[in-house]
């Protein structure tokens, strides 16, 4: 079957515009990660849902950002007012339920510019 | 506030010759800890997870090992290939938490 798909792979935009990013996880898996990773760092949580449970919003590093599941399946990530220092790939992964194993996609990499 | 070393130095060895990864831990008590591979431009991918209970997982040619007294894994390749050359990331997840903390990782390069 198809692995975990994001979309776009590639966004440039213009300091203060919102962006949006997509993730398609694997069919049939509960849970579902936003990460994010900078160049020579380390991968950073941002949020995690599993099945119909309140997310942890934990790892978001301010109140421009935000996430939502549709459905159980399809996220997305919105990044309002977006800064300099928003640039990175943002890596979104899935696992299956209580499953530690995570699959992750290829990530978007996003330029503020 | 909990704290994932890895070496930021790449690692360079022969094909052939094993490689060992080393994921050092401090201010933290994992009950799992993950080991995930990346190529540039790419997602980790998932190789191997341990236990804190478990000393040495094995898969092919590599192996795992988590030593909870020294808060460290090794992480080894045997007979590596220049196939394996990537970067290789530590993730330790406390019991009960589906979360795991992404080491910065080690590059490897295997020269022929």
């Known amino acids: 079957g198809a692995g975990v798909s994001q979309s776009p792979s590639n966004k440039v935009t213009e300091k203060g515009k919102d962006v949006e990013l997509r993730c398609d996880p694997i069919?049939?898996?509960?849970?579902l990660y936003w990460y994010r990773q900078s160049l020579g760092q380390g991968l950073e949580f941002l949020i995690y849902?599993?099945?119909?449970?309140?997310?942890?919003k934990s790892g978001l590093p301010s109140d421009r950002f935000s996430a939502e599941r549709t459905g159980g399946s399809v996220s997305t990530l919105t990044i309002q007012r977006t800064q300099q220092e928003d640039s990175a790939v943002y890596l979104c992964?899935?696992?299956?339920?209580?499953?530690?194993?995570?699959?992750f996609g290829p990530g978007t990499r996003l330029t503020v510019t | 506030s909990q704290k994932i070393e890895q070496n930021s130095e790449a690692l360079n060895i022969q094909e052939g010759k094993t490689a060992t990864l080393t994921c050092n831990y401090t201010?933290?008590?994992?009950?799992?800890l993950q080991w995930y591979r990346q190529d540039p431009g790419r997602g980790p991918v998932f190789l191997l997870l341990i236990r804190e209970n478990e000393k040495e997982k094995r898969k092919e040619r590599l192996k795992v090992t988590f030593d909870t007294t020294l808060k460290q894994s090794l992480f080894h390749i045997t007979a590596s290939q220049p196939a394996d050359s990537a970067t290789y990331l530590c993730?330790?997840?406390?019991?009960?938490?589906?979360?795991?903390?992404f080491g910065r990782g080690t590059s490897l390069i295997v020269h022929p």
């Open positions: 992964a899935s696992s299956s339920d209580r499953a530690y194993e995570q699959y």
């Open positions: 069919s049939g898996h509960t849970a």
């Open positions: 849902f599993q099945g119909n449970s309140a997310p942890d």
């Open positions: 993730a330790p997840m406390g019991g009960g938490s589906y979360i795991p903390t």
């Open positions: 201010n933290y008590s994992p009950a799992y």
